[in-house]
């Protein structure tokens, strides 16, 4: 069943299920805090890198954004 996640049609929620399903399964917003996306972002982001995947600092902070208004 696909995750049915809040704001399905702002940019932030639309990029955050395209860009982040490429590894992984796609977690709810409300699985963390917002200071626990803040590292686990910066967790990923070094993971993308390792594998060459491009994440521009727009994209992360659209994604961060969507990540901080839907956290618990």
Known sequence: MA???????SPGAKLYSKKCTKCHGLPG???HTAEQWDHLLVMMEGFMDQKNIPFPADEKKLIKD?????AR
Do not use: D, S, V
């Open 66 to 70: 969507f990540l901080h208004r839907n």
């Open 3 to 9: 995750q049915t996640l809040p704001e399905p049609e």
């Open 29 to 31: 917003p409300k699985r």
